[in-house]
């Protein structure tokens, strides 16, 4: 195993790094919202949530990504692959968001959402001051657990043309005949790049905990 193969690794990695934190942001917002949905007590608004977040945790992440990939060109929209492995993963990490968090929602002590009422908080005061931080502190621990498979699941991405860390360790692999060390490498670089993620999770943990003492 050279240097080079080895800088190789790396710069995949800076990939699978981009597109799963990419993905994982804009899957928090939707999830953010969905939860909205699903806790509005509006069948208007709860029934597609909930459709939505049953079909992309029921349906596999490989064929959620190829069905993405074949379909917007069919409807007329030519995007990049890389566009369209973060649509994919976004809508997929989003589901799962979603469910961590309406549970954070629902533990939300309605006393708390009462008296911000009765100081005139508006409903999206509410939600966006109160509800949203207590939601994710709430569920912090899950929500980085699902960053971490959401980066572990971002290898998929290479059946849309995404050259990421797992795919470049396979090609190099195949190239070098040097299976065993090339997928021990990667291995080690998933390693670490989840681990890190862990330990940030635990200190934004820690510092929550601290400022709502």
Known sequence: MTLKLFTLLLQAAVSTIGISLVS??????????????TLSG??????????FVSFFRGVPLLV?????????????????SIVAAIIGLSLCTAAYQAENLRGGFSSVPKGLIEAA?????????????????IALRLTLPTLV?????????????????????TKMAQ??????YQPIPIFLSAGLVYFVICSTIAL???YAERSMARTSA
């Open 42 to 51: 509006k069948t208007i608004y709860s029934a597609p949530a909930r459709l």
């Open 64 to 80: 959620q990504l190829l069905l993405i990939y074949t379909l917007l060109p069919a409807i007329g929209l030519n995007v990049p």
């Open 24 to 37: 994982i942001a804009i899957g928090f917002v939707i999830a953010i919202l969905l939860s909205a949905a």
């Open 145 to 165: 657990n699902e960053s971490i498979m959401i980066l572990k699941a971002s290898s998929l991405v290479s059946v849309v043309g995404i050259i990421e860390l």
């Open 117 to 133: 009422e009765v100081t005139g908080f508006s409903p999206l005061q509410i939600f966006a001051r109160i509800q949203v931080p």
């Open 171 to 176: 090609d190099l692999a195949s190239s070098t």
């Open 200 to 202: 940030l999770g635990r």
